[in-house]
């Protein structure tokens, strides 16, 4: 590579670096809240439509933490069925059962989960899972 080229490369990436770098470093406002048991933070229990019924509590959203992470509450009323096989490319995610019992695919792995329990589902990875039992709650990191 020239080096006039070299140069320009760099000074056109240098710019993107500081830009990701400073976007890693930016400071919260430094205040907590509370979310009340069966609320959720910004729009109270979310019904879903489409594969399942059930309720979601957004206790921690993207835009608290700058989409560093989000927590959620899932009440569970639909025994049977769950949500299908698909992929997160950029983030993890971690299940804790809160009561009920769900089954869990990663990969080529099963896992049946029962209150108290807990499953890591790192991204790239195809998942599922469905809800065992009649009635089921969920934590979702």
């Not at 990436?13 to 809240?33: C, E, I, M, Q, V």
């Not at 065992?132 to 934590?139: A, Y």
């Amino acid at each position: 590579m020239k080096r006039s080229n070299f140069i320009v490369s760099l000074l056109t990436a240098a710019p993107l670096t500081a830009l990701a770098h400073s976007t890693l470093n930016k400071p919260r406002d430094g205040k907590g809240f509370k979310i009340k048991s069966g609320e959720g933070r910004y729009h109270g229990s979310i019904k879903l439509k489409g594969v399942n019924q059930n309720l979601i509590d957004v206790k921690v959203s993207g835009k608290d933490t700058d989409g560093d992470l989000a927590i959620f509450e899932q009440t569970s009323l639909s025994p049977g069925r769950g949500t299908p096989l698909h992929v997160h490319l950029k983030q993890d995610e971690i299940f804790y059962v809160l009561e009920g019992e769900y089954g869990f695919a990663l990969g080529n792995e099963k896992f049946r989960l029962k209150k108290g329990e807990s499953v890591f589902l790192p991204r790239q990875v195809p998942h599922s899972w469905i809800q065992l039992s009649e009635r089921g709650k969920m934590r979702l990191d």
